[in-house]
């Protein structure tokens, strides 16, 4: 075969990243300028790096799961497209793109969705099967671990917002750094908790026993929405900002800061 393959027989081309990736990154690179100097309406400008810089994340987020799974013996992710960083090869793009999209723009809440499907019959131990769950939930962590550095470097003090919407220099970036790093320490914690058909869920489920493996497959395709309420209708949403608040406190980033990235980034907000 002239193509180059891997050792395992897969086509190197099933590890290029895809033109959709390549063109997530510009946005993101392009609307950072943008934020940064200035250019044009501050609140778009906003808007568009913390919007770009979630999906970003996302893509980041499946594919680590999809690399783990491929390293632990399911070569079909290879095949499905989940090892080029394409959103648009989600098993569920409503649940992995449209649904955390609403959810970070209305809720400023970097909500967990499913995305890459793995052939857990090629799996051999229990130990993988977790791996590959925690994967995606431990990008998000060494994201926002990441982003809180150059807060914990000095960046965004002594910024201001002015009465008539102007801010001082760099401000608008500042807080659309910190809001990116905010949705990830929710998503960080969102996709740890224990909850049937989310990350967290599946790392605890190949230890359980077959009686309640059986009653978790049942409730697992529900999980997404039953968080979903919860998080909008229920004392568990001030219970999980409290703890995001603090968790974010706790590397570094500026909770004013974030939550002032959040409200700037609603830019229709000012029109209305």
Not at 83 to 96: A, D, G, Q
């Amino acid at each position: 075969m002239s193509s180059f393959q891997l050792s395992r027989g897969t086509p190197r081309s099933a590890f290029v990243p895809s033109p959709v990736f390549v063109g997530i990154l510009a946005v993101v690179a392009v609307s950072a300028w943008m934020t940064w100097t200035g250019f044009g309406n501050v609140r778009v400008d906003v808007f568009l790096f913390v919007v770009s810089g979630w999906v970003f994340s996302l893509c980041l987020h499946e594919y680590a799961h999809a690399i783990v799974a491929y390293f632990s013996g399911d070569l079909g992710v290879a095949e499905r497209g989940y090892l080029r960083l394409n959103p648009l090869k989600y098993t569920h793009p409503v649940l992995s793109i449209v649904l955390p999209l609403i959810a970070v723009i209305l809720g400023g809440i970097g909500l967990p969705g499913g995305a890459v499907w793995v052939d857990h019959a090629h799996i051999n131990s229990k130990v993988k099967d977790s791996l590959i769950s925690a994967a995606g939930p431990l990008t998000n962590v060494v994201f926002a671990l990441l982003l809180a550095i150059p807060f914990a470097l000095g960046g965004g003090d002594g910024i201001a917002i002015y009465a008539d919407g102007t801010t001082s220099p760099h401000a608008a970036f500042w807080v659309a750094l910190a809001a990116l790093a905010f949705l990830q320490v929710t998503a960080s914690l969102l996709n740890f908790l224990p909850v049937p058909g989310l990350d967290g869920g599946n790392i605890v489920q190949p230890w359980l026993s077959a009686p309640y493996q059986r009653a978790y497959n049942l409730f697992a395709p529900y999980g997404f929405l039953l968080l979903f309420v919860l998080l909008w209708q229920s004392r568990i949403n001030v219970w999980f900002f409290t703890a995001v608040n603090w968790l974010a406190g706790l590397i570094g980033i500026p909770d004013d800061l974030g939550q002032l990235g959040l409200y700037f980034m609603r830019f229709w907000s000012e029109l209305s």
